[in-house]
């Protein structure tokens, strides 16, 4: 009996029919195994996973492996998106024992949740180096039958390896001035200076690298450090994985020259990038950044709001092509003759050298991957009608599959990006879609005493508790919300949730765990400081701490993002590519960050001036002086009746002002 069905997680849901008996992760499986006597196979991946489709396909799918499996395992499935606790902690083990990881993730494990042999893909048939996945299988119950004791001693000593691996990057000192020149120094060397990004292939969108280049360049003046970001940002939004006919960007290049995506397209992804774009736009005044960034915002809401108004997790990469056949990117790419057949002979030319598809094709079988090759002048109006038509034709393809799950952590992100971007861009409906997805972030998953439930589907709350990106994701995105509305409940929702990162994730001497001290005991309590696809939960909740304590001057919540701070110190220097989050919170440690009280209407030019300031991590209050929701505001007089800014950073306070010109040049950052 497959016993998935009942599930929130659109990936477990795509298993609900296979013939093997899959159990979701819980007690009850591990209980069965020792009953049973038989050995767990736990399988991870995630809804938009091509190559945990395949596996599914070939082998999940199957009745002879399913029968095989169902007699000598407990299977169970894991959505790493769901429960990023688990996947963290067997991932670590996998990567340990075979030099690398990913997805699907396949582990077999004890009915202690012990694990004793790893893996990731296997196909049906042996290839490429690459056991049968029945060999596998049969391997391990030969192993599981015949050596016992060996299973039990390499599983020990697994599990004994992992436990002595707790970071003690707490109480280092804070990152300072020399810190971040030397990561500004290794990001430089590896910097790909003829294609942009950093480091080869597979390339990843460096966003949190770029928010650190960015704020590195606001405080110090550091012209290569804005030169990288921007250059980066225009090679991305010029190459594959954007989206160029409906925006929005898809999970990374798969080659150096940012020709060929990943297709699917993540929330968080997408919420970060929209954010880079709009700071981007915020210090340079590119026309380019603030196209991507709307047209990335407006993606968000179109492909990915649901109806509870909060935002889906991805889109696959996966869809069926003219063949009714299921192949990845066959939603986005284009041949020479289906432009034609959309645009005629002389339009399809001129869409085939702005968008760069050739007749060999730069992807699959022929088709090409829709790119904006060509640096010099471009007939808008025509390059406008032509993206239309496209866009038209493309939505009548069967379209990629949804994984409709809200994950808290994304949806913070994904607040912060769309809160931003409607005020920087005079949007105010997309101020309002931020709004309702905090709603229901405050609504589904908070519950009563401020405890984040990870994951709700159609308005449904998941089992699983928040992990600390959660925390610090969507403290983030309550207080950008606060800056941006004026509304000092999200400041006070942010405080909720930072108290309990306070009381229940923060260890002796500062350092920060991935799961709550009271969470579900896994054989490893899982620690990472470092950024993976989003901002490592450790410098997430750091960042948010350190705003939260600049609005309200609580020592307790500054004390403890300095010493979470310390692990950038640490780590800075040697990996930057890999802390960038740290990296742009350590910049706004050491601006201050700016605290900027607005006595005035919210959404006027003086509030505006202050949210488009690019003084590293600045925190904005704006409203009647009256009130007791910013204690930022407090004691703030208008000056002559005028609404009046005050800066104020390091305890010292600016002279109040009336003039929007002299706010902004208070706050265009030391290097202005």
Known sequence: MNRLAGTTSPYLLQHAENPVDWWPWGPDAFEEAR???????LSVGYSACHWCHVMA???????????????????????????????????E?????????????????????????FGTYFPPESRHGLPSFRQVLEGVVAAWTDRRDEVGEVAGRIVHDLSQRSLAHGGEGLPAESELAQALLGLTREYDEKNRGFGGAPKFPPSMVIEFLLRHHARTGADGALQMAADTCEAMARGGMYDQLGGGFARYSVDREWVVPHFEKMLYDNALLCRVYAHLWRSTGSELARRVALETADFMVRELRTAEGGFASALDADSEDAQGKHV???YYVWTPAQLREVLGEDDAAFAAEHFGVTEEGTFEEGSSVLQLPLTG???????????????AARELRPRPGRDDKVVAAWNGLA???????????????????????????????????????RTSKDGR?????????????????FLALAAVTGEGVWLEFAGFLLDIVLEHFTGEGGQLYDTADDAEQLIRRPQDPTDSATPAGWTAAAGALLSYAAYTGSEPHRTAAEQALGVVKALGPKAPRFIGWGLAV???????????????????ELHRTALLGRAPGAVVAAGETSGSEFPLLAGRPLLGGAPTAYVCRHFVCDAPTTDPEALARALGGDGA
């Open 328 to 330: 990845e990117g066959a």
């Open 377 to 391: 002048p471009v007939d808008e109006a025509r390059a406008a009608d032509v993206r239309a038509r496209l866009l």
């Open 461 to 477: 709350a998941g089992e699983h508790a928040g992990v600390l990106e959660d925390y610090g994701d969507v403290a983030e995105g």
């Open 35 to 41: 009953r049973r006597d038989v050995p767990v196979l």
């Open 93 to 117: 083990a996998v990567q340990a024992a075979t030099g690398q990881g990913g997805w699907p993730m396949t582990v077999f494990l004890t009915a202690d949740a012990e694990p004793f042999y």
């Open 586 to 604: 350590a910049e706004a440690l050491l601006d201050g960050p700016r605290e900027v009280a607005v006595a005035g209407p919210v959404g006027g």
């Open 415 to 453: 607040v912060a990006a769309l809160a931003e971007a409607g005020a920087y861009f005079d949007r105010p409906d997309l101020v309002e879609r931020a709004t309702e997805a905090a709603d229901l972030l405050v609504r589904l998953h908070m519950g009563p005493v401020a405890r984040l439930v």
């Open 57 to 91: 396909h070939e082998s999940f799918e199957d009745e002879t492996v399913a029968a095989y499996l169902n007699e000598h395992f407990v299977p169970v499935k894991v959505d790493r998106e769901e429960r990023p606790d688990v996947d963290a902690v067997y991932m």
